[in-house]
């Protein structure tokens, strides 16, 4: 779709992930969620391998298929990554925490939702994705995450053995990884993934691969840079707002969600445009802000550093366990 290339993966995308449903969710469900009572809140502390799993296979699926092309992954992904690296909730939140409180306050987010909580649905992903490397490589290639999938839904799906127990915990993930080829000292990595309060190792992740992580941009010779102001910023009704802030943000303790920036060293900044022009050339430099907070004006002074230069973007052609990784299965 010419013109509209984004979108047309980001559909593709959700078709997948919907239709991966139809098994990682209806046949292989939590057990908690075997009898529900609409009464009341459903909690599951397994969100994370519900939802960052299916969306881990489901876009794998997408540039198996052909669907995606590698290309298309690659830009998926660094977007990805540029979301994994913008948040610092993973320094707060562990992915059973953050599954498990999805009713109380995930859908109920508030100015610093950013800061103190993360996606189960991205950093359960990347998290699935750096275990199914870990996986292929113990088991030399034999086996994945796709494997593990399939033999829950052998063991615990609407379909399984009268003798097997309908539903899964934690447990039943851990030991059905564990009884795997390869899998057998995955155990406590498991427990550890989805209890710490860390961000998944992706540099080690894409080493196996044969790939690099590398910021987004490269620099170049005589560009003159931007200050960093780290704040999420968009335009409303001819204002700068603020909606959060970014990882390392300068001024995290001064402005905060829903403040206007008025003037960068007096010059008003009414547009994007305007202010990313009163940064050019400031890094290093002290300037004055002056911004509106709950109606009042403020100013303050801060030194502005460059933009952090996040490790997002996937470098290299990647090696045999990579093609192996993209391949598509009709051709084994």
Not at 171 to 195: E, F, H, P, Q, W
Not at 280 to 309: D, N, W
Request: hydrophobic content about 35%.
């Amino acid at each position: 779709m010419p013109g509209h290339d984004d979108e047309y993966r980001d559909l593709v995308s959700l078709f997948s992930h919907e239709y991966l449903h139809q098994w990682n969710v209806k046949r292989l469900r939590p057990r908690s969620f075997l009898d529900y009572d609409l009464q009341t809140e459903g909690h599951s502390d397994l969100l994370w391998w519900f939802e960052g799993g299916t969306s881990w296979l489901g876009d794998m699926l997408c540039v198996r298929s052909g669907a995606w092309s590698e290309e298309d992954w690659r830009k998926d992904f660094l977007r990805k990554m540029k979301r994994h690296t913008g948040r610092h909730g993973m320094n707060y939140e562990s992915l059973t925490e953050s599954s498990h409180d999805a009713w109380i306050h995930l859908y109920r987010g508030h100015a610093f939702s950013r800061e103190t909580q993360i996606s189960y649905y991205l950093e359960g992903e990347l998290t699935i994705m750096e275990l199914d490397m870990e996986l292929r490589k113990r088991s030399k290639g034999l086996h994945g995450i796709c494997d593990l999938m399939a033999l829950l839904c052998q063991r615990h799906g609407l379909e399984c053995e009268p003798t097997m127990r309908l539903g899964i915990t934690h447990s039943d993930i851990r030991k059905a990884l564990t009884s795997m080829k390869g899998g057998r000292r995955l155990g406590t990595m498991l427990d550890d993934m989805v209890n710490r309060k860390q961000a998944p190792d992706m540099e080690r992740t894409m080493a196996y691969f044969g790939l690099k992580l590398e910021p987004e941009h490269a620099s170049k010779e005589g560009e003159v840079k931007s200050g960093w102001l780290g704040l999420n910023l968009s335009n409303k009704a001819g204002k700068v707002v603020m909606s959060t802030h970014m990882t390392g943000s300068p001024l995290r303790a001064v402005m905060m969600p829903g403040d206007e920036v008025v003037a960068i060293n007096g010059v008003r900044t009414s547009t994007m445009k305007t202010l990313q022009t009163a940064l050019k050339g400031k890094i290093g430099q002290e300037v004055e802000i002056t911004f509106t907070h709950e109606g009042m004006l403020r100013t303050c002074s801060i030194e502005l550093p460059e933009a952090p230069k996040h490790k997002v973007k996937l470098a290299g052609k990647g090696n045999k366990n990579w093609q192996s990784y993209i391949a598509s299965r009709q051709d084994k």
